[in-house]
T-cell receptor, first 111, second 114 residues
Framework: DGGITQSPKYLFRKEGQNVTLSCEQNLNHDAMYWYRQDPGQGLRLIYYSQIVNDFQKGDIAEGYSVSREKKESFPLTVTSAQKNPTAFYLC??????????FGNGTRLTVT | AQTVTQSQPEMSVQEAETVTLSCTYDTSENNYYLFWYKQPPSRQMILVIRQEAYKQQNATENRFSVNFQKAAKSFSLKISDSQLGDTAMYFCAFCMNRDDKIIFGKGTRLHILP
């Protein structure tokens, strides 16, 4: 079955540590996205990529980094520079202007 | 910059009633796409309905329909014969043709009461 896999579902880290969230898709979609969800804030775009080896900052890119070395993969690194990293992170992909396909999300808790 | 506004943070209706969720957006573009997504307690994002701006006819999907008013930049979602399973967060989203950046509103939490 085609889809998007985010792992792990829950992630715990100590403050000051970088952490990488995995996102893999087998839908052959060109575009991939990372969103952050906080209560009352909706989904805010962190980074997106429309093609391999290229990506753009979204509205809240500070403290995050991404790579797109393969079409299928778009990992997100939450760096120690992100001031408030505890959140629910959603990865998505799409083809042209088709609707987004979402992964099941990763809940990151930093203490 | 494009923005999406959902003015109702939370709503409650009785089962079997009809409910309308509001969404307005701001853009200077003429061609774009609009979406409604549902996020139940499982947190899985599910596409409810999609509307292309160049189509005048309102999109419908079974009990879900939209009222798309392009001039007013309004895109409301109507849920008919609401069911307990409709309880969820609902997000309105906007996407332009010339890039794939998709912008979401802050969501409306909908409670369907038995």
């Amino acid at each position: 079955d085609g889809g998007i896999t985010q792992s792990p579902k829950y992630l715990f880290r100590k403050e000051g540590q970088n952490v990488t969230l995995s996102c893999e898709q087998n839908l052959n979609h060109d575009a991939m996205y990372w969103y952050r969800q906080d209560p009352g804030q909706g989904l805010r775009l962190i980074y997106y990529s429309q093609i391999v080896n290229d990506f753009q900052k979204g509205d809240i890119a500070e403290g995050y980094s991404v790579s797109r070395e393969k079409k299928e993969s778009f990992p997100l690194t939450v760096t120690s520079a992100q001031k408030n990293p505890t959140a629910f992170y959603l990865c998505a992909s799409s083809y042209l202007n088709s609707p987004l396909h979402f992964g099941n999300g990763t809940r990151l808790t930093v203490t | 910059a494009q923005t999406v506004t959902q003015s109702q943070p939370e709503m409650s209706v009785q089962e079997a009633e009809t409910v309308t969720l509001s969404c307005t957006y701001d853009t200077s573009e003429n061609n774009y796409y609009l979406f409604w997504y549902k996020q139940p307690p499982s947190r899985q994002m599910i596409l409810v309905i999609r509307q292309e701006a160049y189509k005048q006819q309102n999109a419908t999907e079974n009990r879900f329909s939209v009222n798309f008013q392009k001039a007013a930049k309004s895109f409301s979602l109507k849920i008919s014969d609401s069911q307990l399973g409709d309880t969820a967060m609902y997000f309105c989203a906007f996407c332009m043709n010339r890039d794939d950046k998709i912008i979401f509103g802050k969501g409306t939490r909908l409670h369907i009461l038995p």
